[in-house]
């Protein structure tokens, strides 16, 4: 079994920034991918970045240039670094991690960009 626990949401006015956490505990395989998914009431659940193992990397589109995605491999961490926020950010964020096919989720951590 495996265990996601996300911390670092909160409230940021336009323009700041944050940075979210997620740590993975349990049977973790050396081979796998880590993701940051968002969502909100209106949206269904998508992708804002992924980062292998092996150092594949991916945004969307919609955060490109402004947020950033790393790891810490050996701690089963991963962190999404998000800069230049904008109310549409404003979500939902899950932290996903993907091994031997199946996926595991975190329990969503709540970004909120108001002035």
């Known amino acids: 079994q495996v265990q996601l626990v996300e911390s670092g949401g909160g409230l940021v006015q336009p323009g700041g920034s944050l940075r979210l956490s997620c740590a993975a505990s349990g049977s973790i395989a050396s081979v796998n991918t880590m993701a940051w998914y968002r969502q909100t009431p209106e949206k269904e659940r998508g992708l804002v970045a992924v980062?292998?193992?092996?150092?594949?990397?991916d945004y969307a589109d919609s955060v490109k240039g402004r947020f950033t995605i790393s790891r810490d491999i050996p701690r089963n961490t991963v962190y999404l670094q998000m800069n230049s926020l904008k109310p549409e950010d404003t979500a939902a964020y899950y932290c996903?991690?993907?091994?031997?096919?199946?996926?595991?989720w975190g329990q969503g951590t709540q970004v909120t960009v108001s002035s």
């Open positions: 980062r292998s193992t092996g150092g594949f990397t």
């Open positions: 996903n991690l993907k091994q031997s096919g199946t996926n595991y």
